[in-house]
């Protein structure tokens, strides 16, 4: 079955047309480099995304620290991510990268900080 | 910052870096989402991430000052400037000045949407601070006005904050933002998105109750017959930017009135000799990468122009 897609991996934003066999990408085109090909593969067979939100902090000089998870995750994930996020509160300072929390939901991968945050206000 | 930063790897010795907020990085701080670095850094970043490169970079370099919470209020044709800083009014003489004051977002009102002014509209870049920064949700049923890409973005990070977001309404034809961010902040969670479509009327006397959509013909003029209600307390407004040209317009910088960007003779150029602009103040662009090349250009045209003086 053919369908198309469109390719997230960069702003191009390439129209890829992908001949998927019983849920597997057999074959892709339109894809401007190697991105799209592996884009088309997982977003067929195992779509992924990287989650991106905001924690809450206490004690520290920002109130909302942003975080995001260090790999992608399934797309059908995302929102219990949303709310699995909301039960975590960052009391002591941190660094980008730090880890916030390990094995998230379960998915074997970490919630990370993206911004530094020290104690203060 | 990249400006600063080329500037002074172009041998500018003495650099003051003037800002208006508490930190360095501007909206980057609160753009959480993935998709800055791909082309600078050849790899994929957050905001508060790709700020982040700068701020350790130009912490490192002694040549450039940094004055935080100053805010410039005069700027003359010689590139004197007064600004603000807490317990203080200062003024400085610059032998080049670039400045890199970003856009303000277009508002309800500039698009001209009949009806009531109750609470519950908010520009897109608003919402998302008030969510990113604050970490408060200015509402719980969303109508998003356009598809600029933060708009787009702010329609996933409203879902995934629990609220419900009911439309994106397009006036042309097609997505004002990124295709990608039209896939993985709307088609991805659903959002049903209306192209040649207007929000023609806001209700509401406290809070937004609900808005009328109608869909438009090429011209941008309504189609009788087509109304249709949308409930909602929120709405979004994500038209377009405009570049913050104030001071350098108070400086006598000729500007295009339809855009407000600096009518220029060449990149980051401006009327007046030794005042450049980079950034989303020269010109609206889609991608941060592309800011810092050019504005990477602009440090290197400011030191070069000092060499004339």
């Given at each position: 079955m053919m369908k198309n897609l469109t390719c997230i991996e960069c702003p191009l934003g390439c129209v890829l047309s992908v001949d998927v066999e019983n849920c597997k990408l057999a074959k892709v085109s339109g894809n401007k480099c190697p991105k799209g090909e592996i884009y088309a593969k997982a977003e067929?067979?195992?779509?992924?995304?990287?989650f991106t939100?905001?924690?809450?902090?206490?004690?520290?000089?920002?109130k909302m620290l942003p975080v995001r998870t260090n790999q992608p995750i399934p797309k059908n994930k995302i929102i219990d991510a949303g709310f699995e996020v909301k039960k975590i509160k960052v009391t002591k300072r941190v660094c980008a990268g730090d880890i916030i929390k390990k094995d998230f939901l379960g998915l074997q991968v970490d919630l990370i900080a993206t911004r530094p945050a020290s104690a203060g206000k | 910052m990249a400006a600063a930063i080329s500037a002074s790897l172009n041998?500018?010795?003495?650099?003051?870096?003037?800002?208006?907020?508490?930190?360095?990085?501007?909206?980057?701080?609160?753009?959480?989402?993935?998709?800055?670095?791909?082309?600078?850094?050849k790899e994929?970043?957050?905001?508060?991430?790709?700020?982040?490169?700068?701020?350790?970079?130009?912490?490192?370099?002694?040549?450039?000052?940094?004055?935080?919470?100053?805010?410039?209020?005069?700027?003359?044709?010689?590139?004197?400037?007064?600004?603000?800083?807490?317990?203080?009014?200062?003024?400085?003489?610059?032998k080049a000045l670039i400045m890199a004051t970003g856009c303000r977002e277009k508002t309800r009102?500039?698009?001209?949407i009949a009806g009531t002014r109750p609470a519950g509209i908010f520009s897109a870049g608003l919402a998302q601070k008030?969510?990113?920064?604050?970490?408060?949700?200015?509402?719980?049923?969303?109508?998003?006005?356009?598809?600029?890409?933060?708009g787009l973005i702010m329609a996933r990070r409203f879902i995934l904050e629990g609220a419900e977001v009911k439309a994106v309404i397009e006036i042309q034809n097609q997505s004002r933002g990124l295709v990608r961010n039209l896939v993985q902040c709307v088609y991805d969670f659903d959002i049903p998105v209306y192209f040649n479509h207007k929000v023609s009327r806001i209700y509401g006397r406290d809070r937004v109750e609900k808005v009328d959509v109608v869909k438009v013909n090429e011209d941008f003029r309504e189609i009788p017959g087509t109304k249709f209600e949308l409930e909602c307390d929120t709405l979004l407004i994500s038209v377009g930017l405009i570049p913050e040209n104030e001071l350098i317009e108070m400086a006598g910088v000729a500007l295009d009135r339809k855009s407000n960007c600096p009518l220029s003779p060449e990149l980051n150029k401006t009327s007046i000799p030794g005042l450049f602009v980079c950034?989303?103040?020269?010109?609206?662009?889609?991608?941060?990468?592309?800011?810092?090349?050019?504005?990477?250009?602009?440090?290197?045209?400011?030191?070069?122009y000092l060499l004339t003086l």
């Amino acid at each position: 079955m053919m369908k198309n897609l469109t390719c997230i991996e960069c702003p191009l934003g390439c129209v890829l047309s992908v001949d998927v066999e019983n849920c597997k990408l057999a074959k892709v085109s339109g894809n401007k480099c190697p991105k799209g090909e592996i884009y088309a593969k997982a977003e067929v067979e195992d779509p992924q995304r990287i989650f991106t939100s905001t924690v809450l902090c206490a004690g520290l000089d920002l109130k909302m620290l942003p975080v995001r998870t260090n790999q992608p995750i399934p797309k059908n994930k995302i929102i219990d991510a949303g709310f699995e996020v909301k039960k975590i509160k960052v009391t002591k300072r941190v660094c980008a990268g730090d880890i916030i929390k390990k094995d998230f939901l379960g998915l074997q991968v970490d919630l990370i900080a993206t911004r530094p945050a020290s104690a203060g206000k | 910052m990249a400006a600063a930063i080329s500037a002074s790897l172009n041998g500018v010795k003495d650099i003051l870096l003037l800002e208006r907020d508490q930190y360095l990085g501007g909206i980057l701080n609160q753009s959480v989402h993935t998709g800055f670095g791909l082309s600078y850094f050849k790899e994929v970043l957050t905001g508060p991430e790709y700020a982040e490169r700068f701020t350790r970079k130009i912490g490192q370099i002694p040549g450039i000052e940094i004055s935080l919470k100053s805010f410039v209020v005069n700027l003359t044709q010689d590139k004197v400037l007064i600004f603000l800083k807490p317990g203080m009014l200062q003024t400085v003489k610059a032998k080049a000045l670039i400045m890199a004051t970003g856009c303000r977002e277009k508002t309800r009102e500039m698009v001209h949407i009949a009806g009531t002014r109750p609470a519950g509209i908010f520009s897109a870049g608003l919402a998302q601070k008030l969510i990113n920064i604050e970490g408060l949700l200015p509402g719980n049923k969303v109508v998003v006005v356009g598809s600029g890409d933060i708009g787009l973005i702010m329609a996933r990070r409203f879902i995934l904050e629990g609220a419900e977001v009911k439309a994106v309404i397009e006036i042309q034809n097609q997505s004002r933002g990124l295709v990608r961010n039209l896939v993985q902040c709307v088609y991805d969670f659903d959002i049903p998105v209306y192209f040649n479509h207007k929000v023609s009327r806001i209700y509401g006397r406290d809070r937004v109750e609900k808005v009328d959509v109608v869909k438009v013909n090429e011209d941008f003029r309504e189609i009788p017959g087509t109304k249709f209600e949308l409930e909602c307390d929120t709405l979004l407004i994500s038209v377009g930017l405009i570049p913050e040209n104030e001071l350098i317009e108070m400086a006598g910088v000729a500007l295009d009135r339809k855009s407000n960007c600096p009518l220029s003779p060449e990149l980051n150029k401006t009327s007046i000799p030794g005042l450049f602009v980079c950034g989303n103040s020269y010109k609206v662009y889609d991608i941060a990468d592309s800011v810092t090349r050019d504005s990477e250009i602009c440090g290197k045209m400011a030191a070069e122009y000092l060499l004339t003086l």
